[in-house]
C-alpha cells in the first residue's frame, strides 16, 4: 500500500527550528517528485517546496532560505528542516507524492499532516 | 506572482449541479494543467481531478473539471449533488517551477 506518514511536527518557541519526516511506503521516494504543502489554522493549502526526484529544490519565497527539503533514500523518508521558525509557521504540514513525470499533475498522494505551532 | 481565486464560498441542494471557478491572475490558466483537490473537515486533501480532466480510481464521474481560456478559468463540475460532497475545494496550477492553490471553495450541500 502506498503510504506516507508525517512525523515531527510540535510547539517550538519564535525563532527555533525543527525537522518534519515523511516516511514513505509502498514507493521509492527517489523516483518521484516529493513536495511539502501547509494549512495555517482556519485558513488555506499554501505549497512550501518540492523536491525534483533528480534532486532539484524550490522554495515558496515565504520559506526561502529558512526551510531545506531532503531526502534519505536509504530510509525511504522525505524530510523538512524549518529553522528560524516564525509565529506565521504556524500550521499542519502535509507531504505529498507527485502524479508522475512529476511538476505537472499535481499531488496523487497526501500524508495525514504533522502540526507545527510556533509560540513562545 | 501568478494568482488563482475562488468564490469563498457556494451552496446547492442534493441532487443538483454545481460549478466552482478557479481563475488565474494572468497570463494563459491552460499553460499548465489544473488540478482540483476535496478536503473535508479534519482530513488531508484528495485529489478529485487532474491533468487533463482526468479522475482518480474511486473519483465517481459525477467530478468533471474544464477550462475556458477566453475568460482564463478553470471550473470544477460536480453533478447529482451529495451530501458527503460537502467539503472545501482547491484548484492547483503551476507558475513555471511554482506550485500555486487557490484560496479554496467551501462547499455546502443543504
Known amino acids: 500500500e502506498v503510504q506516507l506518514v508525517e512525523s515531527g511536527g510540535g510547539l517550538v518557541q519564535p525563532g527555533g527550528s525543527l525537522r518534519l519526516s515523511c516516511a514513505a511506503s509502498?514507493?521509492?521516494?527517489?523516483?518521484?517528485?516529493m513536495t511539502w504543502v501547509r494549512q495555517a489554522p482556519g485558513k488555506g493549502l499554501e505549497w512550501v517546496s518540492i523536491?525534483?526526484?533528480?534532486?532539484?529544490?524550490y522554495y515558496a519565497d515565504a520559506v526561502k532560505g529558512r526551510f531545506t527539503i531532503s531526502r534519505d533514500n536509504s530510509n525511504n523518508t522525505l524530510y523538512l528542516q524549518m529553522n528560524s521558525l516564525r509565529a506565521g509557521d504556524t500550521a499542519v504540514y502535509y507531504c505529498?507524492?507527485?502524479?508522475?513525470?512529476?511538476?505537472?499533475?499535481?499531488?496523487?498522494?497526501w500524508g495525514q499532516g504533522t502540526t507545527v505551532t510556533v509560540s513562545s | 506572482n501568478f494568482m488563482l481565486t475562488q468564490p469563498p464560498s457556494v451552496s446547492e441542494s442534493p441532487g443538483k449541479t454545481v460549478t466552482i471557478s478557479c481563475t488565474g491572475s494572468?497570463?494563459?490558466?491552460?499553460?499548465?494543467?489544473v488540478q482540483w483537490y476535496q478536503q473535508r473537515p479534519g482530513s488531508a486533501p484528495t485529489t478529485v481531478i487532474y491533468?487533463?480532466?482526468?479522475?482518480p480510481s474511486g473519483v465517481p464521474d459525477r467530478f468533471s473539471g474544464s477550462i475556458d481560456s477566453s475568460s482564463n478559468s478553470a471550473s470544477l463540475t460536480i453533478s447529482g449533488l451529495k451530501t458527503e460532497d460537502e467539503a472545501d475545494y482547491y484548484c492547483?496550477?503551476?507558475?513555471?517551477?511554482?506550485?500555486?492553490f487557490g484560496g479554496g471553495t467551501k462547499l455546502t450541500v443543504l
Open positions: 494572468s497570463g494563459n490558466i491552460d499553460s499548465s494543467y
Open positions: 505529498a507524492r507527485d502524479f508522475p513525470p512529476g511538476g505537472v499533475y499535481g499531488m496523487d498522494v
Open positions: 523536491l525534483y526526484a533528480g534532486g532539484i529544490t
Open positions: 492547483q496550477s503551476y507558475d513555471g517551477t511554482t506550485v500555486v
Open positions: 491533468g487533463e480532466n482526468q479522475r
Open positions: 509502498g514507493f521509492a521516494i527517489s523516483s518521484k517528485y
